[in-house]
């Protein structure tokens, strides 16, 4: 990955309540389920995991499956098991995939149930940390296993505020908690992935400049699909690109161009998620 450095800064107070009240219920978490975005999957991982759940069981979750290049996303997998984690890759808007994460948590915990069944004991109600940064899916991910609707579901950071609890009808209960993000982050790549699939705010970094790198990823990578989105073919000259998608997009006024309504064009294709077969972190 790039090495890159920058010293931007976001770490709301709820993040920092978060890690604390994770620590604090850290005796009552039998496994821990990691949500990363299938399209980036170095970028949103959280770098201190293990400081925060040390040595429970654990599933890292690829979310966004529909949205990810799947040949990139793989290598990321295979990456990850051969660590020694567990990954499973869904699209939580297939009502039938959450079950894989349950069927994975019943393995997971096989071995402790049946010790407490030796022993005479009643089968345990599993108690699943539900953690991951920002805008990667985990809200969504608690209303498929509820049943229901118990959680806020946005395409925005910081939905979610609080900790709490929340029951499904597989024994299993799930401790919400609002995304965490490291206090710095310190790789630009990493920023800039970030920022393209929204999962920091808008105001953290420039928007022509996210807007300018989702062009640039997509004309390395993805050209057929920049082309096929935004009708260009090269970016060479950025100004000509910016007034192609304006006329476009109906964004030029007594002929100036709307800069940041192009900007926002580009980036609410892939937050909206208009845009699909794609991975922004390429290299492992």
Known sequence: ????????????????????????????????????????????KIKDIYDLI???????????KDLCDLKVTEKWI???????????????????????????????MNDTQEKR??????????????????????????NRMASRHVADVGNIPG?????????????????????????????????YNLASVSSIKEEILPLD???????????????TILKERFGITDLKDMEQVYEQIAEKIGAIKKGEIDYDRVSKKIINDIRLEYVKGITFDQNI
């Open 209 to 223: 400049d996210v807007a300018i790198y989702i062009l640039e990823t997509l004309y390395k990578y993805y050209p």
């Open 54 to 64: 040390r040595n429970k069981p654990k599933l890292l979750i690829m979310t966004k």
């Open 159 to 191: 939905v979610t505020k609080q900790v709490k609890w929340l029951k499904t009808p597989y024994h299993i209960s799930l401790l919400d908690t609002p995304g965490i993000l490291w206090p710095k982050l310190n790789e630009k790549q990493v920023a």
């Open 1 to 44: 990955m790039s090495e890159n450095k920058t010293n931007i800064n976001w770490y709301p107070g709820h993040m920092a309540k978060t890690r604390r009240l994770i620590s604090e219920k850290y005796s009552l978490i039998d496994i821990v389920y990691e949500l990363v975005d299938a399209r980036i999957p170095y970028s949103s």
């Open 117 to 142: 069944e030796e022993k005479g004991m009643k089968e345990k109600e599993i108690h699943a940390l539900v953690i991951g940064i920002p805008n990667v899916g985990k809200s969504t991910l608690i």
């Open 78 to 108: 295979k990456y990850y098991e051969n660590m020694g984690t567990k990954v499973l890759l869904v699209d939580l808007n297939n009502t039938n995939d959450y079950k894989k994460i349950i069927d994975e948590t019943y393995k997971k």
